[in-house]
């Protein structure tokens, strides 16, 4: 394969759930030659999809990663794929995903439009400045319409959505596409699954709008190059096809437009000019800025060029158990080589580790490789003290690559196993879980010695439970969900805290002068100030201090994590001998203890943004539903023959609700649900959950 930087594309495939991005992917596998036989979510042989909980369910549940060749212009250019869930309780998968990945392809719904996972995913790409171009899937579906999803990504997304394709009829009518740069139509031969495709003349009842979208098309380029922008004042048709590439690709990269193509997946029809596509305007590791790192030691800026000539940086981005190989870490390759034996650092933990074999995946198939270079994505095999957003660098050359965010798991339910011989089963499986999914997390509860684990949903949590079942033959009995409930202060306190001990020889002292202060219910973790004068209290010892306080936001007055906490230390006492950091940790986690019963607290709850699609007729059913869950309704887009309510609701009220709606609605209508935020619970609420729910499991 050719390691040309220039001919790499590290590309992911995102989407709401059912936008098609799982069966494009299998089309790009069938059309590349990576497989020989296209593969059906439906019929549940989707290559990508392959865990038992994915073939079962029809749905994405991990992101699984391939690499593919695709031959353009007489080039090979390799693609290494990323095929993310759509589903919002696996959005780990997305987030993790975009980090790593150079540019995405948007895949929307030509009925559905832009969905509430859709506006999710964008953000989150948004987030990484990931460049990206959209393909409306699902031409063929009844209700398509190529134009409204245009709009709605301009509008819903602040967007800017540029076609350079336009659909040839729509529903069952969908035959091909008219290409805006080329002024060619096309349309894909059915007898061979798709896989050639020719051009026919340009329909005659298009004409109009094609004139007006390639027009909108040069108009646009003309803005973003003055070039084009001379041509086209003097002879539009003086524009060559290649300034177009060019300047799209240009544009592109620089985040001002977004590509808009057009197809259906299922009917094999538009995936072959989507990879197109992908090459011509997706960016590949050179085109990528410099990567800005951190000197461990000096906590200087260092840059690292995606180039094989540079010291090796990587950094890991997915954990993954093998239940033949064992542990493999996914990785992305940002500057150097890695080769298989070699010694790399994990400058987190400060750790040596030997890499045993370097591994191309094809979902959960793998291919040895000698070596890895800048640019690519493999995974590593013989990894042991490894995490997720780890940085793995060349020995001498430490450097820390920018860390991944997660969000915090809303839901909870306590599990035990239903043998006794199975305890350290499960606490080794739950290891694992928890290695490879940041998400989902395992505490025990101090009240009750209960083991808890927490997830992003429902579905999150049921998939978790299923696996340990079915992958480490650990059979549990588990309480029914509960919210992740948070506390937040909400006066402001002051406390002087000593801590003395004596045991015959060196003692323990630290005293601490401090004040808790509320913060906005939406900041995160600990705001720490350190305005002790003078040498009072040494630096070092400070440091103990935060991290007392840190560690003892996880469980506040009623027992639930504060999820925010301003703490300003204005003064301390230390002794020459029998101080020390350890000393100075416990004060302070003494010290908050006894705080938090000074103080008010609000309890908080996670709000979920919830949008569910229903026919007209019933709308009042649902509407009438949503108030008794103490919704906030936000808005009631109608469309032809069905209305998307939007709508705030706590995520305790949305407990068991597909069965709800199903009812209400003769199973017609669907609904997608995210986190949107934490806020405070009412009184009444409040005092439920001290006195009953906390207990309910």
């Known amino acids: ?213 390639r027009t909108n098309l040069l ?17 539009p048709k003086s524009i060559t096809v290649e300034e177009m590439l060019t300047t799209i690709r240009e544009a592109t990269l620089a985040r001002k437009i977004e590509p808009v193509l057009c197809g259906s997946s299922f009917r094999n029809k ?31 800026k260092v840059v690292r060029k995606s180039e094989i000539n540079e010291p090796f940086s990587a950094l890991a981005f997915k954990i993954a158990t093998d239940p033949y190989i064992g542990k493999l870490t996914f990785i992305k390759v940002y500057s150097g080589e890695l080769k298989s034996g070699d010694n790399i650092l994990n400058v987190l933990t400060g750790k040596k580790e030997r890499v045993s074999k370097i591994l191309q995946m094809h ?52 599990i035990e196993p239903k043998t006794k011989d199975d305890e ?37 949590l049921e998939i978790l439970l299923d696996r340990l079942k079915r992958e480490f033959s650990v059979e549990c009995n588990h309480g029914k969900p509960r919210v992740a409930y948070k506390e937040a202060i909400t006066t402001p306190v002051h406390r002087r805290e000593s801590y003395k001990r004596q045991n015959g020889g060196r003692g323990s002292f630290a005293v601490l002068d401090f004040t808790l202060n509320p913060l906005p219910f939406d900041a995160k973790g600990l705001h720490f100030v350190n305005e002790i004068k003078g040498d009072a209290v040494p630096k070092n010892y400070v440091l103990g201090a935060e991290k007392g306080f840190s560690v003892a936001m996880s469980n506040g007055k009623y027992g639930f994590p504060l999820e925010s906490l301003s703490v300003t230390v204005t003064d301390g006492e230390s002794h020459p001998t029998d101080s020390d950091a350890i000393a100075f940790e416990v ?22 943004k919830v949008e569910i699609t229903t026919p007209d007729e019933y709308i009042g059913n649902v509407t009438g539903d949503l108030n ?29 609700y597909v069965t709800t709606l199903r009812s209400i609605t003769s199973g017609r209508a669907t609904f997608s649900m995210e986190f949107l935020k934490y806020a405070e619970v009412t009184p009444e609420i409040k005092d439920y959950i001290m006195n009953v729910g906390r207990f309910i499991l």
């Open 270 to 300: 538009g995936v072959q000019r989507l990879l197109d596509a992908i090459v011509e305007y997706l960016p590949s590791p050179l085109d990528m800025h410099s990567i800005e790192c951190v000197d461990p030691k000096s906590g200087e």
């Open 587 to 608: 004060c302070a986690k003494i010290g908050f203890r006894e705080a938090m019963r000074e103080t008010e607290t609000a309890i908080l709850e996670p709000i979920m």
């Open 1 to 213: 394969m050719s390691e040309d930087l220039h001919k790499i594309r590290n590309i992911g495939i995102m989407a709401h759930i059912d936008a098609g991005k799982t069966t494009t992917t299998e089309r790009i596998l069938y059309y590349t030659g990576k497989s020989y036989k296209i593969g059906e979510v439906d019929e549940g042989t989707a290559t990508m999809d392959w865990m038992v909980q994915e073939q079962e369910r029809g749905i994405t549940i991990t992101s699984a990663a391939t690499t593919v060749m695709w031959n353009h212009k007489s080039n090979d250019f390799k693609i290494n794929i990323i095929d993310t869930p759509g589903h919002v309780d696996f959005t780990v998968e997305v987030e993790r995903s975009l980090r790593i990945l150079d540019g995405a392809v948007a895949i929307f719904c030509a009925v559905g439009g832009v969905e509430a996972q859709s506006e999710t995913v964008w953000r989150q790409a948004n987030k990484y400045d990931v460049a990206r171009i959209c393909y409306v899937n699902k031409m063929d579906r009844a209700g398509a319409n190529f134009y409204s999803v245009v709009n709605q990504i301009r509008e819903k997304l602040k967007a800017h959505p540029l076609p350079i394709q336009l659909p040839i009829g729509a529903e069952d009518s969908f035959t091909g596409i008219v290409d805006l740069i080329e002024m060619k139509a096309y349309e894909w031969n059915e007898e061979d699954l798709g896989t050639t495709y020719h051009e026919v003349a340009i329909p005659a009842d298009m004409l109009e709008d094609v004139e007006k979208y």
């Open 363 to 414: 979902s959960n198939k793998q291919t040895p490789l000698d070596s890895a270079t800048a640019g690519n994505i493999v995974a590593l095999v013989g990894m042991k003290e490894i995490h997720t957003g780890d940085s793995l660098t060349d020995e001498r050359h430490p450097v820390i690559l920018e860390n991944i965010v997660f969000p915090e798991p809303v839901i909870q339910i306590a």
């Open 219 to 235: 108009e646009t380029l003309s803005e973003l190059n003055e070039t084009i922008m001379e041509k086209y004042f003097e002879d």
């Open 628 to 656: 008794r869950r103490r919704s906030v309704l936000e808005q009631i887009d109608a469309k032809v023959g069905f209305q998307i309510i939007t709508a705030q609701v706590p995520l305790a009220e949305m407990f068991g």
């Open 424 to 460: 350290e089963k499960l606490a080794l499986a739950l290891n694992k879980l928890s290695d490879e999914d940041p998400t989902f997390q395992v505490k025990e509860d101090q009240e009750s010695g209960q083991r808890l684990i927490s997830g992003m949903g429902e579905l999150h």
